[in-house]
Structures are given as C-alpha cells and as structure tokens.
C-alpha cells in the first residue's frame, strides 16, 4: 500500500499507464453491475472509460489506433447515419433522445481502442465476474419461482415471463443468460484460470442452463439452442463425430425432458402454441404477446415496402408503425400495438436498405478477417447476438443496447485494438 501511495504521489502511476488501465477495469466492472443490479452504473461506465482514455499517457501516440480500429469506425458510422436522418424526421422529441442515447456507440469503442488496455488477468477477472454474477442472479431468481410455482405457471401459461430478481427485464435477462453460459465454458480453457474458477465456472454454466429451462425464457433458449447447433455442427465439420453427435443427442434429449419434467415448459410451450393460434385463425390477440409480435411483422413488411431505401427515419419508427396500425389494427387496443420485435425489421422501418447494411457491417464485418474467425469469443458474441435479433429489436430497450454496447466494445472493438501494435494485450485469456 506504501509503494502504491508512493507511486501516486511522484506521478509513476499515471506515467506507467497503470491508472488509465484500472479506470477501464473499474469501468468494466461498473458496465457489469449496472447491466444486472445498479442501473446507475450504465450511464457512469462509458464516463469512467473516457476519464480512462485522458488518463493514457501515450494517448497521443495511441490516437492513430481509432482511425485504424474498423470496429469502433463503424458504431461511429451508426451515430453519423443517425444525425443525417435529422433531415427527415419528423419526431424532434424522440430523435434528440435517440442522438443522446447513441452516445454510448462513440464512447465505449473510444474506451476500448484509446485506453491502456487491459491485462489478461484482468480481462479474466471481468469475464469470471459477468458469468458467475448472471449465473447468481439466476439461481436467485429460480429460488423466487419456486417459493411459489403455482402463480408463475400461470402466469406463463398467460405469456408473461419472471423478471430477474434485480429487476432486469427478461428479454435482456434470457440473453445475458445464454451468452453467460457460453462464455463460462470458454473461460474455463484458459491457462489463467485456476481449479477453483474452473470448477466455479463449470457450475455457473449447469446452473444457467437450469435457470433458463425452469423459468422457461423464449429467447434464451433459443440463443442457448442455436449455439450449442452451432457448436455441434463445428465439431461435425471438424470430424470430431463423437463430440458431434453426442452433443446432437443431447440437445434433442434435454429439451425433451425438460418438456416432461418441468410444468413451466409445458405451459411455455402450450401459450406459444396458442399464441401463434389465435393469429392465425384471427382471434382475439390482445392478451397474447407472440400473437402480437406476429401481427407487428406483418404491420412493418407494409411500412417496408412503401419506404424499402432509406426507410421513415430511425426516430420516426413507432410512430409510422402507429399510422400503419390506424389502417388495420388487427383487433388490437391501442396499448397493444407493439413495436416489431425484430432487429432487422426494426432497421428497415427506420433506415431501409442502407441502414440495415450499416447494421449488418457492425454486426457481421468483424468476421471477415481470418484471425477474427479463429477467436472464439468474437465468434459467440456476433452469432449469440445475431439470434437474438431475430426475436428483439436491441436497439429499441436501453438494457440490451448496453447490453450489446459493453460486449460489442469488450470483445470485437479490443479484437481489432490488439491487432494493430504488438504491445497489445491478447484480446481474451
């Protein structure tokens, strides 16, 4: 504690690049509390990361590093593409609060490409703290549901879903869950990890796949499922067939009995079906979630067509969906007219083709070099997320857009940071 005071006291621990460097590690810290528990700390995080940046005594050197960083160019690229839709929009309210809000897209990048980066330990110590604070927060939430099984099958059966005992919604909550579980499993291999971590992380990892099935979350278990294809089909591909095909065999048995084991997944399975009923045969769906979602895409194909380049404006999306709902309505009560949960349908309402192909160079661009294929982290994050997208307009909720932001910024954007010096920490243990 002495040297460390010392250290401070003569200017050595700014020079040595030491205080930039735990400015982005108590950052990150902060991103993961504040994704779970603390909401607070999401609006503080990217703060403590620039303060992070002007803490870099080399950041003048550093500086070269963000116009070379493809990844942080092209979150930049999202907000610019944003500020150029304010010629068209005409919701000034909600475009302003969607400029302020995109903020976050320049600030973490910034964190991550122009910080001192972290050490491998470091980044182990913030990926051990996500999976086993997920992993926490969902056994918890598991105890909630069975002190009283009853009421939330029912309300299951009726489509709802239990929120995460911190309050965290359970779409985020059911993403943050299957990323968890993989990334555990990841984290796991590395070297730095000792046998207590790895025997915690191999818990973390059974308890978020318990948690997911007894609490019966849609989207997470489509995330976790389209994963653990994927991982079997590369096992496959790699001629790994025992690993392949056993993994195979387990993702058709676990799902099998979970379905008769466990009520909540019986109920979950019986509302989706009923849901997807009642808008097929044009029932009443004002009480049915997945009904509504359904009538949502087929509003948004029509504002689509009608708007395919540029689409009505990122700020002017619900609203144009509003005025379409006006002409058919599908039965619905006004406060049952939902957003198309859909990221990319969410995209081409706001922005049209342009804008889903800046979409899609974020998301999917950072595959393209080899060396990014071959980094398991960057790979699992894009797919998980890609998934997800499918069923959740990301953007839209400000839990999963950090939720995305944090890991966006952590894994791809520090990805590039580190390939272009060879002082570079590894972007992962």
Not at 136 to 153: I, R, S
């Amino acid at each position: 504690m002495q040297q460390v005071i010392e250290d401070f006291n003569s200017g050595r621990y700014y020079r040595s690049g030491r205080l930039s460097q735990h400015l982005l590690w108590l950052a990150c810290g902060a991103g993961v509390a504040g994704l779970l528990a603390f909401r607070a700390l999401i609006a503080l995080s990217p703060l403590v990361g620039l303060a992070a940046v002007l803490a870099n005594p080399g950041l003048r050197q550093a500086l070269p590093r963000y116009w070379r960083n493809g990844a942080a160019l092209r979150a930049a690229v999202l907000v610019a593409f944003l500020v150029l839709s304010g010629l068209y929009t005409s919701q000034w309210a909600t475009w302003r609060h969607e400029l302020y809000r995109s903020l976050t897209w320049l600030a973490v990048p910034l964190a991550f490409t122009l910080a001192v980066p972290l050490s491998r330990p470091q980044r182990l110590a913030v990926g051990a703290l996500f999976v086993l604070s997920v992993a926490g927060v969902g056994l918890f939430t598991t105890l909630q549901y069975l002190l009283n099984p009853t009421h939330a099958n029912e309300a299951i059966r009726m489509g709802q879903n239990m929120q995460a005992v911190t309050g965290t919604f359970h779409i985020a909550f059911g993403i943050m869950l299957a990323q968890a579980f993989f990334w555990g499993l990841l984290l796991r291999r590395s070297p730095l990890a000792g046998r207590v971590l790895r025997g915690a992380l191999l818990l973390a990892a059974v308890a978020i796949g318990l948690t997911l099935h007894v609490l019966a979350y849609r989207t997470g278990l489509l995330v976790l499922y389209a994963g653990l294809l994927a991982w079997a089909g590369r096992l496959l591909l790699r001629r790994n067939l025992v690993g392949g095909l056993l993994l195979l065999a387990g993702v058709a048995l676990v799902p099998w009995l979970a379905y008769r084991t466990l009520n909540s997944v019986q109920q979950r399975v019986g509302a989706t079906l009923h849901d997807v009923a009642q808008y097929t045969q044009g029932q009443d769906i004002n009480e049915y979630s997945l009904a509504q979602r359904l009538a949502a895409v087929e509003t948004a194909g029509t504002i689509i067509r009608e708007n395919w380049l540029l689409g009505v404006g990122p700020a002017d999306a619900y609203a144009a969906m509003l005025d379409q709902y006006s002409w058919r309505d599908f039965g619905l009560r006004p406060e049952n007219r939902v957003n198309v949960h859909n990221q990319y349908l969410s995209t081409l309402v706001g922005g049209g083709v342009v804008g889903l192909a800046l979409w899609l160079a974020v998301l999917l661009w950072p595959l393209a070099p080899p060396a990014a294929r071959r980094n398991p982290y960057v790979v699992v994050f894009i797919f998980t997320q890609a998934v997800a997208m499918l069923v959740v307009d990301i953007l839209s909720l400000q839990i999963s857009l950090n939720l995305f932001v944090f890991g966006y910024g952590f894994v791809v954007v520090a990805a590039e940071t580190a390939q272009l010096g060879p002082k570079q920490e590894p972007v992962l243990p």
